[in-house]
């Protein structure tokens, strides 16, 4: 009896230690793999940061260089979606700062540090183009100078008007037209024609829009101004 009783207890602990074994063997099996997938999962997420495009300043496609401001502007959709004037990731005029209207939208930078001085819109479809002048009469030297029509810019302007944004650096100013689409950025005491204007003629065979062209958009690097 006793002997049997042994063998009893020796089967018994032999048969403990095999299933302990195969547990055991499992559960380090089961810990590898699931070691192995979240190591799999960093790795795969990682590759996915790495292979997501950058950012830049106003979503603009690269970054500038150094002592440079970042811009993008877009002219306004017909007469239903306001322009929008952004500048080192801080939008100054749109729609929904409900800062925009009908005419020539403008925002003022100074030149040298990149901050704002004001913004104003002026109707030149229903409105007085006299304060409009006076406006781009009293802009300082080193000013950054940021427009954008919308709707009608161009029916109120005279010639003095024009002569004024040309003196900004504006080419297109002298041809700009009934319901034209105008995006410009220039400065006072600039010495050449800026390299900045985008503008699309109304015309009825090209229209994207019943009376008026596409959307006009810009972006680009704006050199700080330097003492």
């Not at 100078?145 to 002569?163: I, N, Q, S």
């Not at 009934?178 to 003629?201: A, L, M, Y």
Request: hydrophobic share 40%.
């Amino acid at each position: 009896m006793r002997v049997a009783g042994a063998a009893k207890l020796v089967v018994a602990v032999a048969v403990f230690l095999l299933t302990f074994y195969v547990i055991s063997q499992v559960f380090e099996i089961k810990m590898d793999a699931s070691l192995g997938n979240l190591f799999a999962r960093s790795a795969l997420d990682s590759a996915i940061r790495s292979t997501k495009p950058p950012r830049y300043k106003c979503g603009i496609s690269k970054a500038c260089p150094e002592k440079h401001f970042a811009f993008k502007m877009a002219s306004g959709a017909a007469n239903v979606v306001g322009p929008k004037i952004c500048l080192e990731d801080n939008v100054l005029m749109s729609g929904v700062k409900n800062n925009v209207g009908r005419g020539i939208n403008i925002a003022l930078v100074n030149g040298k540090t990149g901050e704002v001085i004001d913004t104003k819109f002026f109707d030149m479809w229903g409105g007085d183009v006299a304060p409009f002048i006076e406006f781009l009469k009293t802009i300082q030297d080193g000013t950054v100078v940021l427009m954008a029509t919308y709707d009608d810019g161009a029916t109120k302007l005279t010639d003095e008007a024009r002569r004024l944004i040309a003196e900004l650096g504006s080419t297109s100013i002298t041809s700009l037209g009934f319901r034209d689409n105008w995006v410009f950025c220039g400065g006072k005491g600039i010495k050449t024609k800026s390299p900045f204007e985008q503008h699309i003629k109304n015309n009825k065979e090209t229209n994207k829009y019943e009376g008026w062209p596409e959307v006009v958009e810009m972006e680009g690097c704006i050199p700080q101004k330097q003492d």
